[in-house]
């Protein structure tokens, strides 16, 4: 009798591989990170990036397809990388004021290590904002879920009478992403010592502006 053949690879089998494809477009990613905080999303690169792993330009196609199906990856990669890093943390303060300082501290910590290279969210702001297509929109939408946490955060101040109950946590929101981005601008490009302890005197401004004296100051 002829030998059966399995016509299907076990599941075990099935799982193994995917697990390890996973990893493998998590590794890729990671390093594709770096290169575009390095480089922008605009000079990164299928091709350059094989290189960087390892691999054929064949095999970074069948992970991504396009260059920018490669760079809206990297943006949901690094949107990971920042939420574990910053909101996360943050996240796991105490309401209000408190939360908001976890969430400076976490940032500007951010700011600090991302070295060389620099944040690609601020580096593809520029590059992107005046070419529209699916790239620009999903960095969009993630500045604004940025500042939409933020407003939340201050929403959970004004709950717990902390902040003015006629705070707006919007602007609140606007005018903390405005500082982190001149601390940004002013820590890499301008190389100023002082960069930190501006923004955090101007973080401290903007609470003290907003703070109930019913709540109480951490």
Known sequence: MPTSVPTSVPTTARQSTATKGRRTREAILARAVDLACRLGLGGLTIGGLAAEVGLSKSGMYAHFGSKE?????????????????VITPALRAAR??????????GWLACGRERMPGGCV??????????QAGPVRDRLREQHLDLRRVIARIVEGGITEHQLL?????????????????????????????????????????????VRSTEGTRP
């Open 165 to 209: 109950p006629d705070t707006d946590p919007d602007r609140f929101a606007g005018d903390l992403h405005a500082v982190m981005l001149g601390y940004y601008h002013a820590h890499r490009l301008l190389a100023d010592p002082q960069a930190e302890p501006h923004a955090r005197a101007a973080v401290a401004a903007l609470l003290d502006a």
């Open 121 to 130: 969210f601020v580096k593809a702001s520029t590059e992107l904002d005046e």
């Open 69 to 85: 199906a490669l760079q809206l990856a990297v943006l949901d990669a690094a949107e990971r990388e920042f939420t574990a890093a």
């Open 96 to 105: 209000g004021e408190p939360r908001v300082l976890a969430l400076v501290d």
